[in-house]
Protein backbone atom coordinates (compact mmCIF):
# COMPACT_ATOMS: atom_id res chain seq x y z
CA UNK A 1 0.00 0.00 0.00
CA UNK A 2 0.84 3.70 -0.94
CA UNK A 3 1.29 6.21 1.62
CA UNK A 4 2.29 9.27 -0.49
CA UNK A 5 -0.65 11.48 0.00
CA UNK A 6 0.07 14.10 -3.00
CA UNK A 7 0.31 17.43 -1.07
CA UNK A 8 0.85 19.56 -4.23
CA UNK A 9 -2.78 20.82 -4.28
CA UNK A 10 -4.04 22.63 -1.23
CA UNK A 11 -6.67 21.26 0.06
CA UNK A 12 -6.04 17.22 -0.29
CA UNK A 13 -9.03 15.23 0.86
CA UNK A 14 -8.13 11.41 0.11
CA UNK A 15 -10.52 8.06 1.46
CA UNK A 16 -8.69 5.10 2.19
CA UNK A 17 -10.16 1.97 1.35
CA UNK A 18 -8.69 -0.47 4.02
CA UNK A 19 -9.62 -4.35 5.12
CA UNK A 20 -8.73 -5.47 8.20
CA UNK A 21 -6.75 -3.87 10.81
CA UNK A 22 -3.21 -4.26 9.47
CA UNK A 23 -4.32 -2.39 6.44
CA UNK A 24 -5.94 0.37 8.58
CA UNK A 25 -2.72 0.71 10.42
CA UNK A 26 -0.58 0.46 7.01
CA UNK A 27 -2.71 3.48 5.80
CA UNK A 28 -2.60 5.28 8.58
CA UNK A 29 0.95 5.20 11.02
CA UNK A 30 2.90 5.98 8.02
CA UNK A 31 0.70 8.86 7.05
CA UNK A 32 0.65 10.06 10.73
CA UNK A 33 4.53 9.66 11.24
CA UNK A 34 4.91 11.48 7.43
CA UNK A 35 3.12 14.42 8.85
CA UNK A 36 5.39 15.09 12.17
CA UNK A 37 8.43 13.94 10.11
CA UNK A 38 7.27 17.76 8.23
CA UNK A 39 6.84 19.17 11.49
CA UNK A 40 2.91 19.60 10.37
CA UNK A 41 0.67 19.86 13.61
CA UNK A 42 -1.35 16.02 13.02
CA UNK A 43 -4.96 15.37 14.62
CA UNK A 44 -6.49 11.84 14.72
CA UNK A 45 -10.66 12.10 14.89
CA UNK A 46 -11.77 8.56 14.75
CA UNK A 47 -13.50 6.08 17.10
CA UNK A 48 -11.75 4.76 20.40
CA UNK A 49 -10.73 1.12 19.12
CA UNK A 50 -9.00 2.52 16.28
CA UNK A 51 -7.16 5.81 18.53
CA UNK A 52 -5.47 3.22 20.33
CA UNK A 53 -4.18 0.88 17.54
CA UNK A 54 -2.65 4.07 16.12
CA UNK A 55 -1.59 5.38 19.67
CA UNK A 56 -0.17 1.96 20.48
CA UNK A 57 1.35 1.71 17.09
CA UNK A 58 3.19 5.35 16.80
CA UNK A 59 4.49 4.22 20.60
CA UNK A 60 6.62 7.63 22.35
CA UNK A 61 5.49 9.85 18.89
CA UNK A 62 1.75 9.80 20.15
CA UNK A 63 2.13 12.53 22.54
CA UNK A 64 2.63 14.79 19.75
CA UNK A 65 -0.51 13.82 17.94
CA UNK A 66 -4.26 15.28 19.07
CA UNK A 67 -6.46 12.51 19.64
CA UNK A 68 -10.49 13.33 19.33
CA UNK A 69 -12.91 10.76 19.93
CA UNK A 70 -15.17 10.81 16.96
CA UNK A 71 -18.01 8.95 18.41
CA UNK A 72 -18.43 12.00 21.33
CA UNK A 73 -17.16 15.04 19.55
CA UNK A 74 -18.25 14.22 15.95
CA UNK A 75 -21.64 12.28 17.30
CA UNK A 76 -23.70 15.11 15.22
CA UNK A 77 -21.94 14.97 11.28
CA UNK A 78 -22.93 18.34 10.99
CA UNK A 79 -20.52 19.53 14.03
CA UNK A 80 -17.58 17.75 12.89
CA UNK A 81 -16.22 20.58 9.79
CA UNK A 82 -16.93 23.65 12.70
CA UNK A 83 -16.08 21.43 16.11
CA UNK A 84 -13.50 19.23 15.00
CA UNK A 85 -11.56 19.60 11.54
CA UNK A 86 -11.27 23.45 11.52
CA UNK A 87 -11.04 23.77 15.29
CA UNK A 88 -8.07 21.35 14.80
CA UNK A 89 -7.06 23.23 11.69
CA UNK A 90 -7.98 26.98 12.34
CA UNK A 91 -5.78 26.36 15.55
CA UNK A 92 -2.75 25.83 13.44
CA UNK A 93 -3.00 28.30 10.42
CA UNK A 94 0.94 28.36 9.09
CA UNK A 95 1.82 25.91 7.06
CA UNK A 96 -0.10 22.30 6.32
CA UNK A 97 -1.71 20.70 8.78
CA UNK A 98 -2.69 16.56 9.13
CA UNK A 99 -5.96 14.94 10.19
CA UNK A 100 -7.23 11.28 9.89
CA UNK A 101 -11.05 11.97 10.35
CA UNK A 102 -13.27 8.62 10.36
CA UNK A 103 -16.74 10.57 10.35
CA UNK A 104 -18.38 6.86 8.95
CA UNK A 105 -18.06 3.32 10.81
CA UNK A 106 -20.33 0.35 10.81
CA UNK A 107 -22.42 1.29 14.00
CA UNK A 108 -23.55 4.44 12.61
CA UNK A 109 -27.51 4.31 12.33
CA UNK A 110 -29.33 5.04 9.17
CA UNK A 111 -30.57 8.19 10.69
CA UNK A 112 -26.80 9.21 10.93
CA UNK A 113 -25.59 7.79 7.41
CA UNK A 114 -26.79 10.43 5.29
CA UNK A 115 -26.05 13.45 7.44
CA UNK A 116 -22.38 11.79 7.56
CA UNK A 117 -22.07 11.70 3.76
CA UNK A 118 -23.52 15.08 3.28
CA UNK A 119 -20.89 15.95 5.83
CA UNK A 120 -17.54 14.24 3.92
CA UNK A 121 -19.12 15.76 0.43
CA UNK A 122 -19.15 19.27 2.30
CA UNK A 123 -15.69 19.17 3.60
CA UNK A 124 -14.55 19.79 0.22
CA UNK A 125 -15.93 23.02 0.32
CA UNK A 126 -15.09 23.89 3.74
CA UNK A 127 -11.76 23.74 2.67
CA UNK A 128 -11.01 25.10 -0.66
CA UNK A 129 -7.69 26.68 -0.38
CA UNK A 130 -6.86 25.44 2.85
CA UNK A 131 -3.36 23.54 3.17
CA UNK A 132 -4.84 20.96 4.94
CA UNK A 133 -5.11 16.79 4.34
CA UNK A 134 -7.81 14.87 5.71
CA UNK A 135 -7.40 11.07 5.17
CA UNK A 136 -10.96 9.13 5.77
CA UNK A 137 -11.26 5.30 6.52
CA UNK A 138 -13.40 3.39 5.14
CA UNK A 139 -13.72 -0.01 6.53
CA UNK A 140 -14.56 -1.94 3.60
CA UNK A 141 -15.57 -5.23 5.35
CA UNK A 142 -17.74 -3.20 7.97
CA UNK A 143 -19.44 -0.79 5.59
CA UNK A 144 -22.22 -1.17 3.30
CA UNK A 145 -21.38 -1.07 -0.83
CA UNK A 146 -23.44 2.26 -0.86
CA UNK A 147 -21.32 3.84 1.76
CA UNK A 148 -18.02 3.38 -0.55
CA UNK A 149 -19.70 4.32 -3.38
CA UNK A 150 -20.99 7.39 -1.82
CA UNK A 151 -17.18 7.82 -0.37
CA UNK A 152 -16.09 8.02 -4.61
CA UNK A 153 -18.23 10.44 -4.86
CA UNK A 154 -16.98 12.72 -1.84
CA UNK A 155 -13.31 12.17 -2.02
CA UNK A 156 -10.96 13.19 -5.11
CA UNK A 157 -8.44 10.69 -4.28
CA UNK A 158 -9.30 7.17 -3.27
CA UNK A 159 -6.38 4.99 -1.57
CA UNK A 160 -6.79 1.11 -1.18
CA UNK A 161 -4.19 -2.05 -1.44
CA UNK A 162 -3.41 -1.00 -5.65
CA UNK A 163 -2.17 2.92 -4.61
CA UNK A 164 -3.40 6.36 -5.22
CA UNK A 165 -5.91 7.31 -8.04
CA UNK A 166 -7.88 9.51 -8.59
CA UNK A 167 -11.85 9.16 -8.51
CA UNK A 168 -13.14 9.42 -11.45
CA UNK A 169 -16.98 9.64 -9.43
CA UNK A 170 -16.07 12.80 -7.34
CA UNK A 171 -18.92 14.73 -7.43
CA UNK A 172 -19.85 16.31 -4.07
CA UNK A 173 -22.78 18.15 -5.30
CA UNK A 174 -24.34 14.90 -6.29
CA UNK A 175 -24.08 13.20 -2.86
CA UNK A 176 -25.52 16.74 -0.71
CA UNK A 177 -28.35 16.06 -2.89
CA UNK A 178 -28.94 12.66 -3.29
CA UNK A 179 -29.54 12.85 0.71
CA UNK A 180 -31.38 15.66 1.14
CA UNK A 181 -34.12 13.22 1.74
CA UNK A 182 -37.85 14.15 2.64
CA UNK A 183 -38.08 13.98 6.28
CA UNK A 184 -41.14 11.44 7.62
CA UNK A 185 -43.08 12.92 10.88
CA UNK A 186 -44.68 10.56 13.04
CA UNK A 187 -48.59 10.36 13.39
CA UNK A 188 -47.55 11.06 17.34
CA UNK A 189 -45.70 14.62 16.59
CA UNK A 190 -47.15 17.74 18.78
CA UNK A 191 -47.20 20.67 16.56
CA UNK A 192 -47.30 24.54 16.97
CA UNK A 193 -47.38 26.78 14.09
CA UNK A 194 -46.26 30.33 14.73
CA UNK A 195 -47.02 33.30 12.53
CA UNK A 196 -44.89 36.35 13.59
CA UNK A 197 -42.27 37.04 16.05
CA UNK A 198 -44.76 37.62 18.71
CA UNK A 199 -45.51 33.45 18.86
CA UNK A 200 -42.02 32.84 18.79
CA UNK A 201 -41.89 32.65 22.78
CA UNK A 202 -45.11 30.75 22.74
CA UNK A 203 -43.45 28.09 20.76
CA UNK A 204 -39.98 27.92 22.99
CA UNK A 205 -42.95 27.52 25.63
CA UNK A 206 -44.79 24.77 23.91
CA UNK A 207 -41.07 22.62 23.42
CA UNK A 208 -39.92 23.35 26.58
CA UNK A 209 -43.48 22.46 28.54
CA UNK A 210 -43.02 18.72 25.91
CA UNK A 211 -39.82 18.23 27.00
CA UNK A 212 -40.05 18.66 30.50
CA UNK A 213 -43.42 16.05 30.65
CA UNK A 214 -41.14 13.84 29.08
CA UNK A 215 -38.57 14.24 31.67
CA UNK A 216 -35.55 15.66 30.13
CA UNK A 217 -33.35 17.72 33.16
CA UNK A 218 -32.22 21.08 33.12
CA UNK A 219 -29.20 20.90 30.84
CA UNK A 220 -31.49 19.36 28.02
CA UNK A 221 -34.24 21.45 28.51
CA UNK A 222 -32.39 24.68 28.15
CA UNK A 223 -30.43 23.45 25.31
CA UNK A 224 -34.26 22.26 23.76
CA UNK A 225 -35.13 26.21 24.41
CA UNK A 226 -31.86 27.39 22.75
CA UNK A 227 -31.82 25.33 19.80
CA UNK A 228 -35.89 25.66 19.10
CA UNK A 229 -35.53 29.54 19.66
CA UNK A 230 -32.92 29.48 16.80
CA UNK A 231 -35.00 27.44 14.78
CA UNK A 232 -38.10 29.54 15.09
CA UNK A 233 -36.21 32.44 14.76
CA UNK A 234 -34.45 31.83 11.46
CA UNK A 235 -37.96 30.86 10.41
CA UNK A 236 -39.35 34.45 11.08
CA UNK A 237 -36.40 36.26 9.51
CA UNK A 238 -35.33 33.74 6.50
CA UNK A 239 -38.32 31.84 5.99
CA UNK A 240 -41.20 33.97 4.73
CA UNK A 241 -42.18 34.60 8.62
CA UNK A 242 -43.82 31.97 9.84
CA UNK A 243 -43.31 28.38 10.23
CA UNK A 244 -44.32 25.29 12.10
CA UNK A 245 -42.64 23.33 15.01
CA UNK A 246 -43.02 19.59 15.68
CA UNK A 247 -41.77 17.96 18.34
CA UNK A 248 -41.85 14.06 19.35
CA UNK A 249 -40.24 11.33 21.19
CA UNK A 250 -38.23 8.17 19.81
CA UNK A 251 -36.86 6.31 22.40
CA UNK A 252 -34.54 8.54 24.69
CA UNK A 253 -34.39 10.93 22.78
CA UNK A 254 -36.43 13.89 21.74
CA UNK A 255 -36.94 14.90 18.37
CA UNK A 256 -37.81 18.63 17.25
CA UNK A 257 -37.63 19.97 13.74
CA UNK A 258 -38.50 23.37 12.39
CA UNK A 259 -40.59 23.55 8.89
CA UNK A 260 -40.57 27.20 7.04
CA UNK A 261 -41.60 28.19 3.36
CA UNK A 262 -37.80 29.17 2.96
CA UNK A 263 -35.23 27.94 1.08
CA UNK A 264 -31.23 27.17 2.64
CA UNK A 265 -29.16 28.17 0.04
CA UNK A 266 -25.91 28.26 2.10
CA UNK A 267 -24.96 24.36 2.36
CA UNK A 268 -22.05 25.34 5.12
CA UNK A 269 -25.02 27.07 7.01
CA UNK A 270 -24.23 26.30 10.48
CA UNK A 271 -20.92 24.91 9.41
CA UNK A 272 -18.59 27.59 9.67
CA UNK A 273 -16.99 28.53 13.14
CA UNK A 274 -17.90 31.74 14.56
CA UNK A 275 -15.56 34.54 13.62
CA UNK A 276 -15.60 36.91 17.03
CA UNK A 277 -15.75 40.06 15.19
CA UNK A 278 -19.08 38.67 12.62
CA UNK A 279 -22.31 39.03 14.63
CA UNK A 280 -25.01 36.70 13.62
CA UNK A 281 -24.92 33.29 11.56
CA UNK A 282 -24.38 31.57 14.94
CA UNK A 283 -27.73 29.72 15.65
CA UNK A 284 -27.08 26.99 13.17
CA UNK A 285 -24.04 26.47 14.90
CA UNK A 286 -25.32 26.34 18.85
CA UNK A 287 -27.68 23.87 17.58
CA UNK A 288 -25.00 21.76 15.41
CA UNK A 289 -22.84 21.56 18.87
CA UNK A 290 -25.83 20.47 20.74
CA UNK A 291 -27.74 18.61 19.13
CA UNK A 292 -27.21 14.57 18.75
CA UNK A 293 -28.12 14.57 15.14
CA UNK A 294 -29.00 17.49 12.70
CA UNK A 295 -30.85 16.18 9.59
CA UNK A 296 -31.86 19.20 7.20
CA UNK A 297 -34.55 18.68 3.80
CA UNK A 298 -34.64 22.13 1.88
CA UNK A 299 -36.34 22.41 -1.47
CA UNK A 300 -39.39 23.63 -3.43
CA UNK A 301 -41.79 23.34 -0.34
CA UNK A 302 -39.23 24.77 2.07
CA UNK A 303 -36.71 23.74 4.55
CA UNK A 304 -37.25 21.26 7.70
CA UNK A 305 -34.28 21.30 10.02
CA UNK A 306 -34.49 18.38 12.56
CA UNK A 307 -32.97 17.56 15.42
CA UNK A 308 -32.10 14.70 18.30
CA UNK A 309 -31.47 15.58 21.68
CA UNK A 310 -30.29 12.84 24.34
CA UNK A 311 -32.18 12.50 27.33
CA UNK B 1 -45.48 46.35 36.63
CA UNK B 2 -43.85 47.08 40.65
CA UNK B 3 -40.47 48.77 38.81
CA UNK B 4 -39.76 52.42 39.49
CA UNK B 5 -37.52 54.36 36.94
CA UNK B 6 -34.81 55.96 39.14
CA UNK B 7 -32.86 58.22 36.91
CA UNK B 8 -31.47 58.49 33.63
CA UNK B 9 -32.80 56.98 30.27
CA UNK B 10 -34.92 53.69 30.47
CA UNK B 11 -35.95 51.60 27.63
CA UNK B 12 -38.81 49.84 27.34
CA UNK B 13 -40.16 47.82 24.51
CA UNK B 14 -42.77 45.28 23.87
CA UNK B 15 -44.33 43.76 21.02
CA UNK B 16 -47.09 40.63 21.49
CA UNK B 17 -46.39 40.04 24.88
CA UNK B 18 -42.38 39.64 24.73
CA UNK B 19 -41.15 42.42 26.49
CA UNK B 20 -38.00 44.24 27.55
CA UNK B 21 -37.57 46.93 29.77
CA UNK B 22 -33.93 48.40 30.68
CA UNK B 23 -33.30 50.55 33.62
CA UNK B 24 -30.65 52.22 35.00
CA UNK B 25 -28.90 50.56 38.61
CA UNK B 26 -28.85 52.69 41.46
CA UNK B 27 -25.35 53.18 43.17
CA UNK B 28 -23.10 51.89 40.03
CA UNK B 29 -22.44 51.97 36.71
CA UNK B 30 -25.01 49.33 34.84
CA UNK B 31 -28.27 48.32 33.75
CA UNK B 32 -31.27 46.02 34.82
CA UNK B 33 -32.79 44.26 32.34
CA UNK B 34 -36.38 42.77 33.08
CA UNK B 35 -38.15 40.50 30.62
CA UNK B 36 -36.62 38.58 27.34
CA UNK B 37 -34.37 39.33 25.06
CA UNK B 38 -35.10 38.16 21.63
CA UNK B 39 -35.57 38.76 18.49
CA UNK B 40 -38.66 41.31 19.08
CA UNK B 41 -37.03 43.37 22.06
CA UNK B 42 -32.98 43.39 20.04
CA UNK B 43 -33.01 47.23 19.13
CA UNK B 44 -33.78 47.77 22.95
CA UNK B 45 -31.29 45.58 24.21
CA UNK B 46 -28.66 46.97 21.69
CA UNK B 47 -29.10 50.50 22.25
CA UNK B 48 -28.95 49.69 26.03
CA UNK B 49 -25.86 48.13 25.56
CA UNK B 50 -24.69 50.74 23.33
CA UNK B 51 -25.58 53.19 25.87
CA UNK B 52 -24.06 51.41 28.66
CA UNK B 53 -20.48 50.92 26.65
CA UNK B 54 -20.21 54.64 26.29
CA UNK B 55 -20.06 54.78 30.09
CA UNK B 56 -16.29 55.24 31.36
CA UNK B 57 -16.41 52.78 34.70
CA UNK B 58 -13.96 49.97 34.85
CA UNK B 59 -16.83 47.85 35.59
CA UNK B 60 -20.40 47.86 33.43
CA UNK B 61 -22.92 45.95 35.84
CA UNK B 62 -25.61 43.92 33.46
CA UNK B 63 -27.86 42.68 36.14
CA UNK B 64 -30.16 39.87 34.56
CA UNK B 65 -31.83 37.73 36.81
CA UNK B 66 -35.15 39.11 35.84
CA UNK B 67 -34.78 38.48 32.25
CA UNK B 68 -36.53 34.57 31.32
CA UNK B 69 -34.34 34.26 28.19
CA UNK B 70 -31.66 35.25 26.50
CA UNK B 71 -30.79 33.64 22.31
CA UNK B 72 -27.78 33.75 21.16
CA UNK B 73 -27.95 36.90 19.01
CA UNK B 74 -28.41 38.94 22.38
CA UNK B 75 -25.49 36.80 24.06
CA UNK B 76 -24.06 37.94 20.76
CA UNK B 77 -24.73 41.40 21.13
CA UNK B 78 -23.41 41.16 24.80
CA UNK B 79 -20.28 39.44 23.48
CA UNK B 80 -19.61 42.22 21.08
CA UNK B 81 -20.24 45.12 23.51
CA UNK B 82 -17.39 43.46 25.98
CA UNK B 83 -15.07 43.16 22.81
CA UNK B 84 -15.34 46.65 22.52
CA UNK B 85 -14.08 47.82 25.29
CA UNK B 86 -10.69 48.48 26.26
CA UNK B 87 -8.25 49.34 28.40
CA UNK B 88 -9.06 46.42 31.07
CA UNK B 89 -12.78 47.56 31.15
CA UNK B 90 -15.15 44.84 32.09
CA UNK B 91 -18.74 43.62 31.45
CA UNK B 92 -20.05 42.19 34.65
CA UNK B 93 -23.62 39.65 34.23
CA UNK B 94 -24.99 39.17 37.19
CA UNK B 95 -27.71 35.92 37.80
CA UNK B 96 -28.01 35.30 33.66
CA UNK B 97 -30.94 32.82 32.23
CA UNK B 98 -29.19 29.85 32.00
CA UNK B 99 -28.62 30.16 28.08
CA UNK B 100 -25.82 32.40 28.50
CA UNK B 101 -23.35 30.48 30.01
CA UNK B 102 -24.15 27.75 27.33
CA UNK B 103 -24.24 30.12 24.56
CA UNK B 104 -20.80 32.11 25.45
CA UNK B 105 -19.17 28.68 25.95
CA UNK B 106 -20.08 27.17 22.71
CA UNK B 107 -19.48 30.43 20.42
CA UNK B 108 -17.31 32.72 22.71
CA UNK B 109 -14.58 29.94 24.38
CA UNK B 110 -12.50 32.43 24.97
CA UNK B 111 -14.13 35.53 25.56
CA UNK B 112 -12.08 38.25 27.92
CA UNK B 113 -13.84 41.62 29.10
CA UNK B 114 -16.52 39.69 30.39
CA UNK B 115 -17.40 38.08 33.71
CA UNK B 116 -20.52 36.15 35.00
CA UNK B 117 -21.59 36.33 38.49
CA UNK B 118 -24.50 32.92 39.15
Known amino acids: ?311 | MDVSVEAGDSVASWCGGIRLEVYPLMGRPGVRAIGEIGLDTRTAWREALARLVRSSADRLHVDLSRVTFIDVAGVTDLAVAAQSLSGGRRIVVHRPPPQLARVLAVCWPELGGIEVTP
Not at chain 1, 41 to 58: D, F, K, N, S, Y
Not at chain 1, 76 to 104: K, M, Q, S, T, Y
Open chain 1, 1 to 311: MTNAVTTDEMFVHPALFYRGEQEFLAGTVPFVLAGLAAAEPVAVATPPEHLQLIRHHLADRADEVHFVDMTRAGRNPGWIIPGVLRRFADAHDAGRVRIIGEPVWAGRSHLEYPACAQHEALINAAFVEREVTILCPYDTDGLDPRVLDDALATHPLVIDGAGETASAAYSPELVVARYNEVLPVPPDAETYHFESSSQLAGAREFAVRYGGRTGLDGRLLNDLALAVAELTTNSVIHGAGSGTLRIWTEGERIVCEVHDAGRLVDPLAGRRPQVPSEPGGRGLLLVNHIADLVRVHTGETGTTIRFYLGS
